[in-house]
């Protein structure tokens, strides 16, 4: 009888056990210190010899000795303008993009990129080529953009938006800013849940989102506004599909990729534009390519309720943090932004790290980060 009992007890506290794991595990019940997969987040990078030769490498080499489900560049893969002297492509030559590919398809996990101004908008640039900023864009679109496969040594499929159209431009003439103008897909825009969390790439772009010049000289004095509509259309209808189609499928959170700090309030902090918060209007003076997609972000970010991640680069500073309000000001808690690391010649080369991802779909936050420093590129601080 005594052993029964302590049989029958036994089987009560693990059926109690049992029920309270289900308690836990629930989705928005609580945060666990579990998670279910990770993510690579990086960009802004190469900017430098050094960046491109061991840099970057390094980084590669430890993203691939991390579990990670796959990554994300958000963009720009080089600096802004040319290195004169260079060893490795730092105009918007051809080799530019070779030597990116070469980079993306030598991680282990499946690779995604969304393009960065310094690799378009800005080839115009004498310092970089004085290419036609509009057919160096088309020119990305054939190297990444060419299926629904990722780059990477092993490979996911993704969604690829087919409508409303971009436009591209096969006219190759140097320093042209301009079409003529070619309907073309954006091919760039990409969407792919994986474990029950929607994933989105945009083409949002600094420089204005392509609004303002890129300082190559007077034929780039306003940017392109033709090239702005189309894809600003865009990248509008394939965000508010993507959060629709999220909310549809029961996704438990959705992060979406760009390259461009928009920025969300009055202290331009980091060189980022100066916007009213609550109206999300650019306060600066200059052209505001980022105010619709904003808009679009913030309402589609309420509606949804569940957790929102806006990951960008830009302005090459890590951060983490809830920058985006509501009309009233109020702080939306479901939206978080993250600045991948991102470094140019003035800091040294010491900023060539990534962000890991933390995703747990069952999780009350789904999302944590983590920055991941590579020890084989710290340079203050040498690793131990």
Known sequence: MRRRRGVACALAVAALFATAGIALSGNDATNTKT??????????????????QTGVPNLIADMNRSDISFSIHDGDLKAGSGTPGSATPTTCSDALYTQALGFFDSLQQPAFFTPGDNDWTDCDRPSNGSFNELERLQHERQVFFSSDRSLGRK????EVQATPLCVGTSNTTAGS?????VPTACVENRRWTFHKVTFVTLNVQGTCNNLCSSGSGAPDAGGDPTEYAARNAADIRWLHDSFAEAKADGSAGIMIVWQADPGFDTSGYQGAPKRDPQTLAETDGNPDGFHDVLTELRND?????????LVHGDSHYFMVDKPLVDSQGRMLENFTRVETFGDNQGFGDNRVHWVKALIDPH???????QPQIVPAN?????AP
């Open 378 to 382: 710290r340079v203050a601080v040498p």
């Open 35 to 52: 998670f279910e997969f990770a993510v690579g987040l990086w960009g802004d990078l190469p900017y430098s010899d050094t960046q491109a």
């Open 177 to 181: 800013t301009a079409g003529p103008y």
């Open 301 to 309: 970010t309420i509606d949804f309720g569940k957790p929102v991640v």
């Open 155 to 158: 490979t996911m499929q993704s």
């Open 363 to 369: 999780s009350r936050d789904v999302f944590a980060f």
